[in-house]
C-alpha cells in the first residue's frame, strides 16, 4: 500500500499555488472571449502546465543534481545546432525541426529552466561570502550567464537573451557581488552603448524609433485606445468595441494587458498588478529568508522573470516601452512560456517541500510515493 509522508503537505508552499489560480482562470475566461477556438488549445496548454508542475514537482532534483551541468549543456548543445540546422521564420533562426513527428523545437525556451538550475548549481557549490563574490568568481559564473545570451541573441531573440541576462544579473546582484564590480559594470554599458546599437538588426533598430517617433506605430495606438475606453470601470463584453471589433492586435496574447484594462477598467488594472506584486514579493520573501541557495536562487530568478515579463509587457501595450514578443505571465495565451513557468514552479515547490535530507534517503521515516 503506498503512502504519502505527512512533511509533504506540512512544507507545500500554498500561498503561491493560491496566487497562482486567479491568474489561470481570469485569463482562460478572457482568451475564450476574444477568440473561443484558442481558449480550447489553452484548456490542453494549462493541462500540459499542470502535469509538468507535478512531474518537476515529484522528480528528486537534490539526489540527481549531479545532473544540472549535463542539462545546461545540453540545451547549450541545442542552441548551438540552431545556427546549422534551425527552422527560420519570418527572419529569425530559433526552431529545430525534429524529423518524422512534424514537430519544431524552440530550445531558448528549454534554456530558461536550465540556466535558472544552473545557477542554483553554480552558487551552491560556492556561496559568495560576506562582502559578495570578488572579479574572479563573479566571471566564473558570469560565463554561464553570457554564453546562452550570447547564442540566443544571434538567432536573434534578443528579447528572451535580455530577459535571461537580467535574470542572471539580478539574481547575482541578490545574492551578493562586490559594489565595485557592478559600479565598473555600469560604467562599461553606459560606455559601449552606441556600439552596442550599431550591432542590432533592422528590425530592432525600426522597432526603437517607432518607441521614439512621435506618433506610435499601429498596434500601440489602438492598445493605447483600448485601456483608455476602459476608464475606471470597464465595458461589458459587446461594448468592448476595440477587442471585439478586432481592431485590438494580438489581444489573447501580447496585448490581452490593453483587453484586460477595456474589459475591467483601472480597478481590474490595478487589482491584475497587485497579484502579480504579491506573487513577485512571496518569492522574494522565499528567497530573502532561506539559507538553502538551491531555494534561495531558484526563487529570486523566478521573481524577476515574473517581473522583468510583467513589467515589459504592460509598459509596451501603453506605449512605454518598445513592442517585443514578451508575453504577460501565465496570462497571456501560448504554450511554452506557461508550460516553463510551471516547470519552474514545480522545480520550487519540490525544492522547499524536500529540502530535508531524509525525506530523499528514507532514513528514520517510511517510504512515500
Known sequence: MFKIDRRILAHFDYPSIILLLP??????????EVHPVLAHKHTVYVSVGIFVFVLFFLLPIRRFNWLIPAFYWFNIGLLIAVEFFGHARLGAKRWIEIPFINFTLQPSELMKP???????????????????????????IGFYILLPFILIAKEPDLGTATVLLLIGIGTLFIVGVNWKIWATLVVAVLISAPLLYTQLHAYQKQRISDFMAEKPSYHVQQSVIAIG??????????????????????????????YVVERFGFVGAFLLIILYGAIILHLLSLSAFNDDMYIKVVAASLSLMIFVYMSVNIAMTM?????????????SYGGSSFVNFMILFGILQNLITFRFQEMYTGRGKKSFV
Open 23 to 32: 491568474l489561470i482562470f481570469i485569463s482562460h475566461w478572457l482568451i475564450n
Open 114 to 140: 536550465a540556466f535558472i538550475l544552473m545557477l542554483a548549481y553554480l552558487i551552491s557549490r560556492n556561496p559568495p561570502p560576506k562582502d559578495g563574490y570578488q572579479l574572479l568568481d563573479f566571471l566564473k
Open 229 to 258: 475606453s476602459g476608464g475606471f470601470s470597464g465595458k461589458i463584453k459587446d461594448e468592448a468595441t476595440q477587442t471585439q471589433m478586432k481592431f485590438l492586435p494580438i489581444a489573447s496574447s501580447d496585448f490581452i494587458f490593453a
Open 319 to 331: 506605449g512605454l516601452a518598445p513592442v517585443v514578443g514578451v508575453p504577460l505571465p501565465m496570462f
